[in-house]
T-cell receptor, first 110, second 113 residues
Framework: GQQVMQIPQYQHVQEGEDFTTYCNSS?????IQWYKQRPGGHPVFLIQ?????EVKKQKRLTFQFGEAKKNSSLHITATQTTDVGTYFC??????????FGQGTRLTINP | NAGVTQTPKFRVLKTGQSMTLLCAQD?????MYWYRQDPGMGLRLIHY???????AKGEVPDGYNVSRLKKQNFLLGLESAAPSQTSVYFC????????????FGPGTRLTVL
């Protein structure tokens, strides 16, 4: 079946540093979604990207969808302790169900 | 508006026992999903439903059964639990075709001894 590979699996940063997680698919995606899961919590939808080359921002978070619609990234500028959690991408190919990446667990040293 | 709720929150089973996890949503969503989450594996789809009375297999359906007798409820059954089914189970719903954003429940942590 289709897969999205997400890297890195873990990332530890000092508060104030930037953070980036990447998702890659071997085939063209229809769209990609991003979710955040706080420790002990459940995944919460952040954003959906649909168009080739799309860039969306939510305060300190920047989401990009590659020109070929095979990769995506989430970049957090100047991390804060509230950013701690696991970030998942989830890709869709046509009418198929969403497939989640393995997630990137972000920890922050205050 | 409670969103998506799951019962129970925690459960410990012995190998071979059975149980049913209940998911309920009050958003009138057509689509509902059951996922399991294991360390380093992300979220894997077990079964899903595109409407009342319909169910379909996901990525890891073996050992599980589901039913969607009412639109707002989606049940996940384990007929004979195995230690490999120790996991955190999440239910989700979405309002396709309006949007395919998935709304998750709080999860059920299941341990099979």
């Amino acid at each position: 079946g289709q897969q999205v590979m997400q890297i890195p699996q873990y990332q530890h940063v000092q508060e104030g540093e930037d953070f980036t997680t990447y998702c890659n698919s071997s085939t063209t995606l229809s769209n990609i979604q991003w979710y955040k899961q706080r420790p002990g919590g459940h995944p919460v939808f952040l954003i959906q990207l649909v168009k080739s080359g799309e860039v969306k921002k939510q305060k300190r978070l920047t989401f990009q969808f590659g020109e070929a619609k095979k990769n995506s990234s989430l970049h957090i500028t100047a991390t804060q302790t509230t950013d701690v959690g696991t970030y998942f991408c989830a890709g869709r190919w046509g009418a198929q169900k969403l497939v989640f990446g393995q997630g990137t667990r972000l920890t922050i040293n205050p | 508006n409670a969103g998506v709720t799951q019962t129970p929150k925690f459960r410990v089973l012995k190998t071979g026992q059975s149980m049913t996890l209940l998911c309920a949503q009050d958003m009138n969503h057509e689509y509902m999903y059951w996922y399991r989450q294991d360390p380093g594996m992300g979220l894997r789809l077990i079964h899903y439903s595109v409407g009342e009375g319909t169910t379909a297999k996901g990525e890891v359906p073996d050992g599980y059964n589901v039913s969607r007798l009412k639109k707002q409820n989606f049940l996940l059954g384990l007929e004979s639990a195995a230690p490999s089914q120790t996991s955190v189970y999440f239910c989700a719903s979405s309002n396709i075709p309006v949007t395919d954003t998935q709304y998750f429940g709080p999860g059920t942590r299941l341990t099979v001894l």
